[in-house]
Every structure is written in structure tokens, then in C-alpha cells.
């Protein structure tokens, strides 16, 4: 599983207070432990109550890759904030993301190929959220349409179906774990598949077991990416388990210490 | 010629190098030192990534003379084996071996039992009669290998040598030595996987980096298990290039002790004539153990037969060729 770290986010209120102190050390800190507990990129967001998301983004940018040399998943709405992200990003970047809705897909396909980066896309559009699976698969071939038309690799491609929250829109997430395996079937090689996990558990009570019980359902569905929190210990522990049920990894007594310390290469 | 191939994968991690042997500028005495490992695809296949060494072939010699010898051998190492010094040099200058395995079955208690002062000695001796790097094995018994290795291996600080073996249940008194004098070391694991990735652990936590691991899976000859030691080491060098760095260390596989052990190896031909002559059978028996284990992935081979030795080595350099056509 690709693992993009979620905490250095505006919503947070130490990432919101090192925004406006521009203390640089806060966020090495939270970029440095999310890769030393397994994080193979880094969300970056400023959050929505930044006043100059354009700047924050570029400050951001530059205060994680002086501390680490991951990928990072730029995060935002806006378009302005995920341009500046690209220019400062000196190593590979995702762009997290875009709907379906065609100006914004081929604007943001664009971008992708320009600073040669991985594009998470959405599959929701101007009508909102689907409803069922066949609406997120319609809406999944859309997108792939456009990227094959525009010259984009599969491999460069992530297919977020949205996670709701579990105590929003139950009867959705059977559909949105069958929805991660028929993905796969649109394309070959296969698509990938990320969502962000901590939607999942919105408002709810027990969030981490929530969490990662959905992880795991959705490892064993074929997802390849998720957007979590790698600090929380017991859900990176679920999912080195799940890769290894899954036979993606081979066992030993002390495979989840074997997992880290092949993720943390010298 | 076989069939190009077809299908490119690109793997997402090479095996590590492993350096053996040290030269005077290093703090060492050898003129010549060696290189394995480094793999970017699976054995031979070229096209698909750089496979940067050429596996090694190592002559197994002991320091006592071994009541169980096969004939064939015996007869064909006639006024070398004697004495251990002249063995290995005779092999490295006559035969070709790439370097020397010393094993030390003397120093088992209930053996010939000699001293480890001997087997300082010996070891020593061999260092100055040959140019390249060695691999020291104790007796296997662990009480006994605890005592002797680590002195062997103080008295070749910082020659960069390779000892051996490490197992799960004894491995810390061998690693604490290899570390301090700057050694590289075997981990042993019995035709096992799991092991072989656990053993790496335990050895890596205390302290050795991993490009001084090199793995024995442990093989059985042609006949007797090869097969099944051809898939572990397949899976775990799919494992190693897919990223796991517990599983990625080069191999090293004991042919000769393995093919000797044979019955189809060692019976007389006139026990079993249908089989025709031992010696040839039994060079042959070693020869097939070896390059199986050259496709699986093998980095060292240690041997015994010097016609064995010849025809594999010389089977390594045809095979190497393709990296530069």
C-alpha cells in the first residue's frame, strides 16, 4: 500500500499555529515522523481558513523537502495554491485533485503532464457524490477517457471513489469496496485506487477502529494508496498484517519491524 | 539459444554488493578482492537490468584430513589435501577457484579436536600462501564455534573475510565478532524463507549493515532437494528486488559438501555398475547441483572437484558474455 501521510493539514491546529508563526521546525517535525512511521508521500494542505493559501502552499512546500525527500500530495481546491505547489516541488508531486467535471479534469491533466506528475481524480462531478456504484464507474471510465485523450500514463493516475462518513452514508461503502476491484477492470494495466481514509469515521465515536477496519476491507479489495494518519500505530500495524495475508510480503517473526526497516532505506 | 525475452519487469530494488577481502590500503593484505551481490533482475536475464558480478566459485578445503571422502575425490586431490596450505594454493593457482573456504571440522570436540590456536594458525598460514579473500567455517557445533571463530576472526582483523555460519539459535557471539574486526557473515537458515528474512533481522539489529549478510538457504544436491531450494531462493530474490531489504543479501550455496553427500555421487561402480564410472558421476553430480544453483540465483558456489570447479567456472564465463553482447 502507498502510504501519503495526512498531517500536515491547516485543519490541524499545531499545523495552523506553525502556518502563522512560520515555524518551519513544527512542520519538519511532522514531516519527519510521518516518514519514519512509514509514509511513502506527504499530504500537504494549508486548510481552509488560510488567508493566502498561495503562499502558505509555497511555504509548506519548501519547509518539508528541506527536511525530507518524499512525494508530496499537493492538496487543495484551488487551482492558483496547486500551481505554486508545483513550482516549488523540487521532487515528484500528486496533484490531490480533481473532479470529473471536464474543464477542470483536462485543466488539471495538463498540469499533471507539465510538471510530470500523478493526478488523483475524483469520481464525483458538478451533480455531487454518486449515489451507487454504476455512477462512480461511469464517472471512472470518464475520467480515464480524457487522460488516455490527453497523453497521461495509467500508471500516473489515482482513482479516488470518496469515502463518506460512516455515519452519514452507510449503504454506500459496500458499493465504494466493490467499486476499488471493478476499477481495475477498466483498464489494463489496471488503474490504481486511493481514498482518504479519515473521512470514513467524520463525527463518529472510536475513529481509529473505524479507520482501519475499513483499510484493511478495502487491502483486501485491491486499493493501492490511502491518505491516513501513519502516526496512529495500530493502523499501520493492520495494514503491514493485511499485506502480508495478502502474501505481498513474505513472513517472518518480526515482519512488521522488517516492513519499516525496508520502507526506511538509507 | 533460448527464446528472447519478452516480457520486461523492472524491479524496484537491487541486491547489495558485498566487498570481500581488503587491501593494504584498505588495513587488509590482499592483493586480490572480490565483489557480489548487486543484482537488478533475476540471474541472467540482461536485458532486463544489470547484473553487475560474476558469481564466484570458492574451493572447500578442510583442516583435517575427512574419513568420508568419496574415492573420486580422494584419489584426484591426492598430494594436496594433505596439508591444507598447499590444498588452497593449489587450487587457486592450478584450478582456478576464486577463492578459498576453509572449514575447521578439527576444532569439533568429539573430532580431532585440535586447538584453536591451531586453527589461528592454520588460518593465518593460508592467508599468507594465497592472495585472495577466505571463507571461515567452524565445526557447527555452536559451544565450540563460539570459542574458536571469534579468535580466528581478531587474528584477521580488517581483512574483510567472510565467516560462518550464523543460525538462529546461535548467532551473536559470531556477528559480535564480525563487526568489531570488520568481517562479513553467513546467515544460515534450513531451506526456509521465513527464517532466512528472520535471521537477517536479528543479525542487522545488532549492528551489522546489511551489506555484510550474505545468505546460505541451505540447498540439497541434485536429487535430494534441489528443487525445493530453487524456489526458496526464487522467492526470495523476487522478494529482494521487489523491495524487501530483509531478503535482499546475495546467496552463497554449499555444492560440493551437498553433491559429495549423494549416494549417486560417492557408490563405487562396482557396487552399482549400471551407473558407470564414480569419478564422472560424481563430477557431473556436483556440476548440475551447481549450475541449478547458478539459475536460482546463486552468488558464491563452494566446490570440491577440481574438474567440477573447472567446467562450472568455465560455464560462468559463457553464461556472463551475454552481459556484453
Same mark, same amino acid.
Given at each position: 500500500?502507498?502510504?501519503?501521510?495526512?498531517?500536515?493539514?491547516?485543519?490541524?491546529?499545531?499545523?495552523?499555529?506553525?502556518?502563522?508563526?512560520?515555524?518551519?521546525?513544527?512542520?519538519?517535525?511532522?514531516?519527519?515522523?510521518?516518514?519514519? !512511521?512509514?509514509?511513502?508521500?506527504?499530504?500537504?494542505?494549508?486548510?481552509?481558513?488560510?488567508?493566502?493559501?498561495?503562499?502558505?502552499?509555497?511555504?509548506?512546500?519548501?519547509?518539508?523537502?528541506?527536511?525530507?525527500?518524499?512525494? =508530496?500530495?499537493?492538496?487543495?481546491?484551488?487551482?492558483?495554491?496547486?500551481?505554486?505547489?508545483?513550482?516549488?516541488?523540487?521532487?515528484?508531486?500528486?496533484?490531490?485533485?480533481?473532479?470529473?467535471?471536464?474543464?477542470?479534469?483536462?485543466?488539471?491533466?495538463?498540469?499533471?503532464?507539465?510538471?510530470? /506528475?500523478?493526478?488523483?481524480?475524483?469520481?464525483?462531478?458538478?451533480?455531487?457524490?454518486?449515489?451507487?456504484?454504476?455512477?462512480?464507474?461511469?464517472?471512472?471510465?470518464?475520467?480515464?477517457?480524457?487522460?488516455?485523450?490527453?497523453?497521461?500514463?495509467?500508471?500516473?493516475?489515482?482513482?479516488?471513489?470518496?469515502?463518506?462518513?460512516?455515519?452519514?452514508? +452507510?449503504? +454506500?461503502?459496500?458499493?465504494? =469496496?466493490?467499486?476499488?476491484?471493478?476499477?481495475?477492470?477498466?483498464?489494463?494495466?489496471?488503474?490504481?485506487?486511493?481514498?482518504?481514509?479519515?473521512?470514513?469515521?467524520?463525527?463518529?465515536?472510536?475513529?481509529?477502529?473505524?479507520?482501519?477496519? *475499513?483499510?484493511?476491507?478495502?487491502?483486501?479489495?485491491?486499493?493501492?494508496?490511502?491518505?491516513?494518519?501513519?502516526?496512529?500505530?495500530?493502523?499501520?500495524?493492520?495494514?503491514?498484517?493485511?499485506?502480508?495475508?495478502?502474501?505481498?510480503?513474505?513472513?517472518?517473526?518480526?515482519?512488521?519491524? !522488517?516492513?519499516?526497516?525496508?520502507?526506511?532505506?538509507? | 539459444?533460448?527464446?528472447?525475452?519478452?516480457?520486461?519487469?523492472?524491479?524496484?530494488?537491487?541486491?547489495?554488493?558485498?566487498?570481500?577481502?581488503?587491501?593494504?590500503?584498505?588495513?587488509?593484505?590482499?592483493?586480490?578482492?572480490?565483489?557480489?551481490?548487486?543484482?537488478?533482475?533475476?540471474?541472467?536475464?540482461?536485458?532486463?537490468?544489470?547484473?553487475?558480478?560474476?558469481?564466484?566459485?570458492?574451493?572447500?578445503?578442510?583442516?583435517?584430513?575427512?574419513?568420508?571422502?568419496?574415492?573420486?575425490?580422494?584419489?584426484?586431490?591426492?598430494?594436496?589435501?594433505?596439508?591444507?596450505?598447499?590444498?588452497?594454493?593449489?587450487?587457486?593457482?592450478?584450478?582456478?577457484?576464486?577463492?578459498?573456504?576453509?572449514?575447521?571440522?578439527?576444532?569439533?570436540?568429539?573430532?580431532?579436536?585440535?586447538?584453536?590456536?591451531?586453527?589461528?594458525?592454520?588460518?593465518?598460514?593460508?592467508?599468507?600462501?594465497?592472495?585472495?579473500?577466505?571463507?571461515?567455517?567452524?565445526?557447527?557445533?555452536?559451544?565450540?564455534?563460539?570459542?574458536?571463530?571469534?579468535?580466528?576472526?581478531?587474528?584477521?582483523?580488517?581483512?574483510?573475510?567472510? *565467516?560462518?555460519?550464523?543460525?538462529?539459535?546461535?548467532?551473536?557471539? =559470531?556477528?559480535?565478532?564480525?563487526?568489531?574486526?570488520?568481517?562479513?557473515?553467513?546467515?544460515?537458515?534450513?531451506?526456509?524463507?521465513?527464517?532466512?528474512? +528472520?535471521?537477517?533481522?536479528?543479525?542487522?539489529?545488532?549492528?551489522?549493515?546489511?551489506?555484510?549478510?550474505?545468505?546460505?538457504?541451505?540447498?540439497?544436491?541434485?536429487?535430494?532437494?534441489?528443487?525445493?531450494?530453487?524456489?526458496?531462493?526464487?522467492? /526470495?530474490?523476487?522478494? !529482494?528486488?521487489?523491495?524487501?531489504?530483509?531478503?535482499?543479501?546475495?546467496?552463497?550455496?554449499?555444492?560440493?559438501?551437498?553433491?559429495?553427500?549423494?549416494?549417486?555421487?560417492?557408490?563405487?561402480?562396482?557396487?552399482?555398475?549400471?551407473?558407470?564410472?564414480?569419478?564422472?558421476?560424481?563430477?557431473?553430480?556436483?556440476?548440475?547441483? !551447481?549450475?541449478?544453483?547458478?539459475?536460482?540465483?546463486?552468488?558464491?558456489?563452494?566446490?570440491?572437484?577440481?574438474?567440477?570447479?573447472?567446467?562450472?567456472?568455465?560455464?560462468?564465463?559463457?553464461?556472463?558474455?551475454?552481459?556484453?553482447?
Amino acid at each position: 500500500m502507498y502510504i501519503i501521510g495526512e498531517l500536515i493539514n491547516g485543519m490541524y491546529r499545531n499545523v495552523r499555529e506553525a502556518l502563522a508563526e512560520r515555524d518551519a521546525s513544527a512542520i519538519k517535525t511532522l514531516a519527519r515522523r510521518q516518514v519514519e !512511521a512509514g509514509a511513502d508521500a506527504l499530504d500537504v494542505n494549508c486548510g481552509p481558513l488560510s488567508k493566502d493559501p498561495v503562499q502558505d502552499m509555497r511555504w509548506l512546500v519548501e519547509a518539508i523537502q528541506s527536511e525530507v525527500a518524499v512525494p =508530496l500530495c499537493l492538496d487543495s481546491t484551488k487551482q492558483a495554491v496547486i500551481e505554486e505547489g508545483l513550482k516549488a516541488c523540487r521532487g515528484k508531486a500528486i496533484i490531490n485533485s480533481t473532479t470529473a467535471d471536464t474543464d477542470k479534469l483536462d485543466a488539471y491533466l495538463a498540469l499533471a503532464l507539465k510538471h510530470r /506528475a500523478s493526478l488523483i481524480a475524483l469520481t464525483v462531478d458538478k451533480k455531487g457524490v454518486p449515489q451507487d456504484k454504476e455512477r462512480r464507474l461511469e464517472l471512472a471510465a470518464f475520467i480515464l477517457e480524457r487522460a488516455a485523450g490527453a497523453g497521461l500514463d495509467a500508471a500516473e493516475l489515482y482513482l479516488d471513489p470518496v469515502l463518506l462518513p460512516v455515519n452519514v452514508a +452507510q449503504n +454506500q461503502l459496500e458499493d465504494i =469496496l466493490r467499486v476499488i476491484g471493478d476499477f481495475k477492470l477498466l483498464t489494463t494495466p489496471a488503474v490504481k485506487s486511493v481514498v482518504g481514509l479519515s473521512n470514513i469515521s467524520q463525527g463518529s465515536k472510536n475513529r481509529s477502529i473505524i479507520n482501519r477496519t *475499513f483499510l484493511v476491507m478495502a487491502q483486501a479489495a485491491g486499493l493501492e494508496a490511502a491518505i491516513l494518519d501513519p502516526l496512529d500505530q495500530e493502523l499501520m500495524r493492520s495494514l503491514i498484517t493485511g499485506a502480508l495475508i495478502l502474501n505481498k510480503a513474505i513472513y517472518c517473526d518480526s515482519y512488521i519491524e !522488517a516492513y519499516l526497516k525496508s520502507k526506511l532505506k538509507s | 539459444m533460448a527464446e528472447e525475452l519478452k516480457m520486461i519487469t523492472t524491479w524496484s530494488q537491487a541486491v547489495c554488493e558485498m566487498r570481500l577481502g581488503a587491501g593494504r590500503q584498505e588495513g587488509g593484505s590482499r592483493k586480490v578482492t572480490l565483489t557480489v551481490g548487486g543484482e537488478e533482475t533475476l540471474p541472467f536475464l540482461f536485458k532486463e537490468g544489470a547484473l553487475p558480478h560474476t558469481p564466484l566459485i570458492a574451493v572447500e578445503i578442510f583442516d583435517v584430513p575427512q574419513d568420508d571422502e568419496p574415492e573420486a575425490l580422494r584419489r584426484d586431490l591426492r598430494g594436496i589435501s594433505k596439508d591444507p596450505v598447499t590444498w588452497a594454493k593449489a587450487m587457486v593457482e592450478d584450478i582456478g577457484a576464486d577463492l578459498v573456504c576453509v572449514k575447521l571440522a578439527g576444532i569439533h570436540p568429539d573430532g580431532a579436536n585440535t586447538s584453536a590456536g591451531q586453527a589461528v594458525n592454520l588460518v593465518t598460514k593460508i592467508l599468507g600462501a594465497v592472495d585472495r579473500p577466505l571463507i571461515v567455517l567452524g565445526c557447527g557445533e555452536a559451544g565450540r564455534d563460539n570459542e574458536v571463530l571469534p579468535l580466528v576472526s581478531e587474528a584477521t582483523k580488517g581483512e574483510r573475510l567472510l *565467516f560462518g555460519d550464523a543460525v538462529q539459535e546461535n548467532y551473536k557471539t =559470531l556477528t559480535a565478532a564480525c563487526i568489531a574486526d570488520g568481517h562479513n557473515i553467513i546467515a544460515e537458515s534450513p531451506i526456509d524463507v521465513n527464517i532466512a528474512k +528472520q535471521l537477517n533481522i536479528l543479525i542487522s539489529d545488532l549492528g551489522m549493515p546489511l551489506d555484510r549478510i550474505i545468505i546460505n538457504p541451505t540447498i540439497g544436491a541434485l536429487g535430494y532437494g534441489l528443487e525445493y531450494a530453487y524456489s526458496i531462493m526464487e522467492r /526470495a530474490r523476487n522478494a !529482494a528486488l521487489s523491495g524487501d531489504r530483509m531478503l535482499a543479501m546475495p546467496f552463497i550455496c554449499f555444492v560440493g559438501q551437498e553433491s559429495w553427500r549423494a549416494k549417486e555421487a560417492k557408490v563405487p561402480a562396482s557396487e552399482s555398475p549400471a551407473w558407470g564410472d564414480q569419478r564422472e558421476r560424481g563430477i557431473m553430480w556436483e556440476v548440475v547441483t !551447481a549450475m541449478s544453483c547458478l539459475q536460482a540465483g546463486a552468488d558464491i558456489l563452494t566446490m570440491r572437484h577440481p574438474q567440477a570447479i573447472k567446467i562450472v567456472k568455465s560455464e560462468i564465463q559463457e553464461l556472463m558474455k551475454k552481459a556484453q553482447s
